[in-house]
């Protein structure tokens, strides 16, 4: 009981700690003039992938390499199938293939790079500072590439997780430390009540790490795509969640690589990935063609993360 509790306020203090993140880092960025661009590729890009990163970096200090390799890949099963199907039944979602062609490429890209190290079964340290290295030259890119589109999505962005009134310097830094403050506890929290329930139980750490560790770190861009999502705002959508899935490769992993090798286990490497890879080159199809996310698929996008999630648990055995 005391670990089913520490896993549950360990979300608790990750869903209120990047809320908080988010909002004073974005405040912060209006009141000392940042251009938006920034705001939108790094801040509140960086921001929402905050608790994957504290969560993979606290996991893998403590030798749960399973914990910290599944959030990632859950995460960003769950970011597609999980975020983007509740968005669309609540509202369908159509983008231009244009305007989003280069993040679906650096998706795919990271997607198939991260398959290709778990064939070797571990994401070394030289592996994660060139993950790392290319996470920079992204952002550059995107810079050089795109001011106008960025600024435009930033503008919506600001507006579903800041609202009004415009926070002053002092509580905007206020939510921000505070908000990584309860970052950092709740994913040390999570961490200890998540690896205790899995050796408890019988069940993998591989599956706990896919599965509640990766929807408990995904709960900001949850909050974000619900509420952009209400507000008809697709853009936002999508663009949060090809955001969040290129740090979740190239900065979480690579930062955490770069701390402490993370080695694959084989259950992960043989499936998770490939199926992580499956369901972005699906979420691809849908966004360079242009077509929409109508509620139907939606709702077949819920279905299939729910069937992977019992596939998960009826196989939960330790690796």
């Not at 599944?70 to 305007?99: D, E, F, K, Q």
């Not at 949850?222 to 959508?237: C, P, Q």
């Amino acid at each position: 009981m005391i670990d089913i509790l520490m896993v549950v306020g360990g979300l608790i203090l990750l869903f209120f700690g990047g809320e908080g993140l988010i909002r004073g880092a974005v405040s912060l960025a209006r009141n000392f003039g940042l251009s938006k661009l920034l705001v939108s590729a790094v801040i509140v890009g960086f921001g929402t992938s905050m608790p994957e990163m504290t969560v993979s970096v606290g996991a893998a200090l403590k030798g749960a390499s399973d914990i910290a390799i599944g959030n990632v890949v859950g995460s960003n099963i769950a970011n597609i199938l999980l975020i983007v199907g509740l968005a669309a039944v609540l509202y369908p979602i159509t983008i231009a293939g244009n305007s989003i062609k280069r993040d679906v490429f650096v998706m795919l890209g990271a997607s198939l790079a991260l398959c290709g190290l778990a064939t070797m079964g571990m994401v070394s340290f030289f592996a994660g500072l060139i993950m790392f290295l290319a996470l920079v030259a992204y952002i550059v890119w995107s810079y050089c590439q795109d001011k106008k589109v960025c600024s435009d999505v930033a503008h919506h962005i600001e507006e579903d997780v800041e609202g009004e009134p415009r926070l002053s310097r002092m509580t905007a830094a206020g939510f921000a430390l505070g908000g990584l403050v309860l970052l950092i506890g709740g994913a040390y929290i999570l961490v200890e009540g998540a690896v205790s329930i899995a050796r408890g139980f019988g069940i993998s750490e591989a599956v706990i790490g896919l599965t509640v560790v990766a929807v408990g770190t995904s709960l900001p861009e949850l909050a974000t795509a619900f509420i952009a999502a209400m507000r008809k705002h697709s853009d936002v959508v999508i663009g949060n969640i090809l955001g969040s899935n290129i740090f979740n490769i190239l900065s979480i992993l690579g930062v955490t690589a770069i701390i402490s090798p993370i080695p694959i286990s084989s259950h992960i490497a043989a499936y998770d990935v490939w199926i992580m890879l499956g369901v972005s080159a699906f979420l691809s199809v849908y966004l360079l063609r242009g077509m929409t996310i109508g509620r139907i698929s939606g709702a077949a996008m819920l279905v299939a993360y729910t069937a992977y999630t019992v596939w998960l648990y009826m196989n939960g055995t330790p690796t």
